[in-house]
T-cell receptor, first 116, second 113 residues
Framework: AQSVTQLGSHVSVSEGALVLLRCNYSSSVPPYRFWYVQYPNQGLQLLLKYTSAATLVKGINGFEAEFKKSETSFHLTKPSAHMSDAAEYFCAVILYSGAGSYQLTFGKGTKLSVIP | AGVSQSPRYKVAKRGQDVALRCDPISGHVSLFWYQQALGQGPQFIFQYYEEEERQRGNFPDRFSGHQFPNYSSELNVNALLLGDSALYLC?????????????FGPGTRLLVL
């Protein structure tokens, strides 16, 4: 079964510092890959989506992700953290599950704190 | 407008039944339901498309649902257990796709006492 592992349940960075959130997945077949953000008491918002052969994908709010097929990983980065980036971040992969449908599998999430 | 869910908060007692509602983005026809326990990522419950359950995750039959002709959906949880306390998320995806991009609602937080 597909598994998604996010490294670090809690990451703290200083305002203005680099943000790096790590995610690995187990499938040997490159699936679609996503990063979602969840602010307190809200649903999930799509940050970025990877569906092509490009190695670097830019998302919203200045986030981007580099996809390394050989490492089955896709880490989320942002050059300079802002206080408004404090939230929980989820990576997810999607696999074709048959009958014309896809199924999303999420990691457990990484809570990002930004220190002023 | 985005995906909407109601109610936003629900308190129920163990053994009771609850119904949670989801209204998709206009033009979206597939509905997906997820359970997000505290400190966990969302877990897939099931998908509805054309008023039928198309795929299902590893959840017991106490979890059932329905999709209405206007594409809105209802999640029913029967005989509630304390462990059913969670945030229940609904997501919709556009017509002509198979759910590879899903747009999430704000969720319904269910507390079972």
């Amino acid at each position: 079964a597909q598994s998604v592992t996010q490294l670090g349940s809690h990451v703290s960075v200083s305002e203005g510092a680099l943000v790096l959130l790590r995610c690995n997945y187990s499938s040997s077949v490159p699936p679609y890959r996503f990063w979602y953000v969840q602010y307190p008491n809200q649903g999930l918002q799509l940050l970025l989506k990877y569906t092509s052969a490009a190695t670097l994908v830019k998302g919203i709010n200045g986030f981007e992700a580099e996809f390394k097929k050989s490492e089955t990983s896709f880490h989320l980065t942002k050059p300079s953290a802002h206080m408004s980036d404090a939230a929980e971040y989820f990576c997810a992969v999607i696999l074709y599950s048959g009958a014309g449908s896809y199924q999303l599998t999420f990691g457990k999430g990484t809570k990002l704190s930004v220190i002023p | 407008a985005g995906v909407s869910q109601s109610p936003r908060y629900k308190v129920a007692k163990r053994g009771q039944d609850v119904a949670l509602r989801c209204d998709p983005i206009s033009g979206h026809v597939s509905l997906f339901w997820y359970q997000q326990a505290l400190g966990q990522g969302p877990q897939f419950i099931f998908q509805y498309y054309e008023e039928e359950e198309r795929q299902r995750g590893n959840f017991p039959d106490r979890f059932s649902g329905h999709q209405f002709p206007n594409y809105s959906s209802e999640l029913n949880v029967n005989a509630l257990l304390l462990g059913d306390s969670a945030l229940y998320l609904c997501a919709s995806s556009p017509a002509g796709t198979s759910g590879e991009t899903q747009y999430f609602g704000p969720g319904t937080r269910l507390l079972v006492l």
